[in-house]
């Protein structure tokens, strides 16, 4: 095999990995404004629900659709992180099995390792709704 013919199709997996990460990075951004848009929605839900002119039990479902919107948006991101994760560990299999020249996904990782990797957004979020969701009971059983 000449190395005319090894060329072109390096070039052709070098174009095929390039399409996938970028297919993988437009998910990333439809993603995350998927879930941006829901979870401003329901912090206006929560906020809206502070006005004074409101009952005490209307007050209370209005902070709880919130709160509900607020676990679909974490639902959501759950369901496009799997898709997400699915390419990535795809375009580094592609990597180590020398089907390309190029490591943009590995190099990608390799950046995230340590303390940060424990910060990831899906538990940062997760811990957040926790938090929202005892602030949204405390709320409740202070009749606020």
Do not use: C
């Not at 941006?36 to 629900?49: H, K, M, Q, V």
């Not at 006005?51 to 005490?56: D, H, I, N, R, Y």
């Not at 996904?105 to 926790?130: C, E, M, N, Y």
């Amino acid at each position: 095999m000449s190395s005319n013919q090894v060329q072109p199709q390096t070039q052709v997996k070098d174009n095929v990995y390039l399409k996938i990460w970028q297919t993988e990075q437009q998910h990333v951004r439809t993603r995350w404004t998927v879930v941006t848009f829901f979870l401003s929605i329901s912090f206006a839900i929560l906020g809206f629900s502070f006005q004074g002119k409101l009952a005490p039990p209307e007050a209370i479902a209005i902070r709880i659709s919130g709160l509900l919107i607020y676990w679909f948006a974490y639902i959501l991101l759950l369901h496009f992180y799997a898709y997400t994760k699915f390419l990535r560990t795809y375009l580094i299999e592609v990597e180590k099995s020398g089907r390309t020249t190029l490591d943009i996904q590995s190099k990608a990782d390799a950046s995230h390792l340590g303390a940060i990797k424990q910060l990831s957004t899906t538990r940062l979020l997760f811990v957040f709704g926790i938090i929202y969701t005892v602030g949204i009971i405390t709320l409740w059983l202070l009749g606020l």
